[in-house]
């Protein structure tokens, strides 16, 4: 995965600790804010999970431009980092993290915005939004006791006891396995909180430990069974969980995409739909996975994908 490419406007954002583990140490969130032209009315806040498989990348990897298009809106938008497996199980650490930063989120977001920058935010008025891995992490916040108004979910991963996340991924086929010392480096040290980006200049990034374990996993089908150690896929996967009740949620998925299937977030559409949940599906013909983190707001497949899944949020809150 490409790094996003840089806004085309500055934006103002101020950093807080949303939790201090005992392990992974302080895990920050970045919150990015509205100027003063907005008013001084209480701000929505989108909630925004970043890509990497919940093994690699951070929270520059969310798409400046999409985090610019809510803050124009008044959002307050958070991109918080997660702990990244496999030193932490996918359910004790993404998916408990991310039902935590939702209740930071509604809990102590807004006295500490307010006193840092006299921003007042509407802890009732939220939304949640992720890619690939972060679309799961979107979908699990659904779960919690107060949900976000609505979720959107770009090409997130999902349904994961199905055949297709066993099956070795052909596109990294002739990629040659690293020394099991190398890549056995991963479990060095503390939970990361952030990593380098799967690609590096379009090439994958063998020279770092982390990642090298990563693509060997998704190379050989094993990327979500060797963060779910128990096979407990029914406590760390949102959508075996759907009911009515769950937020109203919109699917963006391309049906060219090599990572994760299109046909999944298609089933979790219709799963959603049969409990009687608002919900919405876009299929783009011609995008892949991670599309967006490589597009400018000028580009055509911004303005035919991502706006929409955008104002989807706004019409929630």
């Not at 608002?278 to 783009?284: K, P, R």
Request: some cysteine.
């Amino acid at each position: 995965m490409a790094e996003p490419t840089a806004p085309t406007t500055q934006l103002s954002s101020i950093t807080f600790t949303w939790k201090d583990d005992p392990s992974a140490g302080a895990i920050p969130a970045h919150v990015y804010y509205p100027d003063a032209a907005h008013g001084k009315g209480s701000h929505p806040i989108a909630l925004i999970f970043h890509v990497g498989g919940f093994v690699l990348g951070s929270a520059d990897l969310t798409p400046k431009n999409q985090i610019a298009h809510l803050v124009a809106r008044g959002f307050v938008v958070v991109t918080p980092e997660y702990r990244l497996c496999p030193q932490v199980s996918l359910l004790d650490g993404p998916v408990q993290d991310a039902k935590d930063v939702l209740r930071w989120c509604q809990e102590e977001l807004p006295a500490l915005l307010q006193e840092a920058k006299s921003i007042q935010v509407d802890e009732t008025r939220i939304v949640a939004m992720g890619h690939s891995a972060g679309g799961l992490l979107a979908l699990t916040t659904g779960l919690c006791s107060k949900p976000p108004r609505a979720i959107v979910d770009f090409y997130g991963c999902k349904i994961l006891d199905d055949p297709s996340w066993t099956r070795p991924l052909p596109k990294f086929a002739q990629v040659p396995d690293q020394p099991p010392e190398f890549i056995s480096k991963i479990y060095d040290g503390p939970p990361a909180i952030t990593s380098l980006p799967m690609f590096t200049d379009g090439k994958p990034t063998l020279s770092d430990p982390r990642c090298a374990w990563y693509i060997q996993q998704v190379k050989n089908g094993t990327s979500i069974s060797s963060i779910v150690p128990e096979g407990d896929y029914e406590r760390v996967d949102a959508t075996k969980q759907f009911k009515q009740g769950f937020p109203p949620t919109y699917f963006l998925h391309g049906r060219s995409d090599v990572f994760v299937s299109y046909e999944l977030t298609v089933r979790a559409h219709e799963a959603l739909k049969e409990v009687g949940v608002e919900t919405e599906l876009v299929i783009g013909e011609e995008i892949g996975h991670a599309f967006d983190l490589q597009i400018q707001a000028t580009d055509p497949l911004f303005e035919k994908y991502v706006v929409p899944a955008l104002e989807f949020l706004e019409r929630h809150v």
